[in-house]
């Protein structure tokens, strides 16, 4: 191998931005080492394919066993593989589950964090090694203007954010204090076909491919008034490396601009697939019946005829459960990226319809195998996201 290959350390390898972020660091020539969490059953779905048999020679994908709230391991793995960049994006990502752990969060969101940044000063590789933090549109919180910039003054609405907010401060102080290479790139929300089936965008479009192919007849929701601004993590990720190939770290707020109610997420995902929706009602009462059905839109999408289209109860409902009201909610972001246009040239690739087609796309593939299966008289098992 030769002695150009950069080497970089990415934590949260497992997940959506993780196996992005592998898989281009891979194509430019990267040598990446990551770090994946212990865990009952495989959890490394997302980067298989980037998977090499660690007997080979000329390994491009080297995985660690480790966890941010351990300090001698982050420590230890960062010395056996130093990097010339470290990208932290591991986690525990989900706001509203925050506020059931919010001490694991802030071990690892905060302090995992400082754990980073103090083991590259300890081990002496300051001048060597650069650093990726991954913050988040989240740190926003309660609106204080918009569109939101690198200017915008913070104030997060969960324990998530809060921890977030630490893991910022403490990037931003390292660099001053010890002149490192540390930036943030506080990036607002971006989704794929590899975005967890709990984040609200996935949900959807699963829930609306299998409601297409008859697996399911009804999604449960929560606040379908929140605004997001939602871009291709394909794009984000992008973003991230162009942020550690700069002369000076900086910080740097990544989106698309654009903002998008949940509400219409669901009625432009639904009409990915030909299912129109009728919403009713107000608040809890709330529900959306299927309507119709467009025929070559349903047909295009799925292979099936509007004939086929059969629900269980007769129709599809949309039904808002408070359980996904969140003790403290974030209403509205929307980014000004002008920042990282300006002295990133970064431009997403991807609008909201071109994001929503991938998703879509992907998920009735995904479910098109359960139909199979269930055809062919299997049983098919559905669990609550
Ligand atoms: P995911 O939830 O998909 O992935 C999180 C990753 O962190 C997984 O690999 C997970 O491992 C790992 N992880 C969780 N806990 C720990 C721990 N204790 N020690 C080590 N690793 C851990 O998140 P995304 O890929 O979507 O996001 C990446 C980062 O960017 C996160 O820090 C997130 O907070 C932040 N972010 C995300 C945005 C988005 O819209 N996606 C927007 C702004 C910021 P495992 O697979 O084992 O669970
Ligand atoms: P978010 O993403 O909290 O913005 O954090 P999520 O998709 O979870 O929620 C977006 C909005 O949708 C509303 N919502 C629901 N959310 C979920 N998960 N499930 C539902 O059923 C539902 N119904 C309505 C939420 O209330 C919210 O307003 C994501 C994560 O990736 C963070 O790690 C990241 O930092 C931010 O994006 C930017």
Sequence with gaps: MSKQNKVALITGITGQDGAYLAELLIKKGYIVHGIKRRASQFNTDRIDHLYQDPHEKDQRLILHYGDLSDSLNITR?????QPDEIYNLGAMSHVQVSFDSP???????????????????????????KIYQASTSELYGLVQEVPQSETTPFYPRSPYAAAKLYGYWITVNYREAYDM???NGILFNHESPLRGETFVTRKITRAAAKIALGLQDKMYIGNMDAKRDWGHAKDYVEAMWLMLQQDKAEDFVIATGVT?????????????????????GEGVEEIGIIDSVDE???KAATNLSASDFQLSAGEAVIEVDPRYFRPTEVDLLIGDPTK???????????????LLEDMMKEDV?????????KEAGHKVLTQAE
């Design 77 to 81: 793995i960062i010395q056996e593989s």
């Design 103 to 129: 001490e694991y969060t802030a071990n690892v969101d905060a302090l995992g964090v400082l754990r980073v940044l103090e083991a590259v000063r300890l081990l002496g590789m300051t001048e060597k090694t």
């Design 181 to 183: 290479y540390a930036c």
């Design 260 to 280: 998008t109610k949940v509400r219409d997420f669901i009625i432009a995902a639904f009409n990915e697939v030909g299912i129109k929706l009728r919403f009713e």
């Design 296 to 298: 070559a839109k349903y």
């Design 340 to 354: 990282a246009q300006e002295k990133l040239g970064w431009k997403p690739k991807y609008d909201l319809q071109g």
């Design 365 to 373: 593939k995904l479910f098109q195998k359960d139909l199979d299966l």
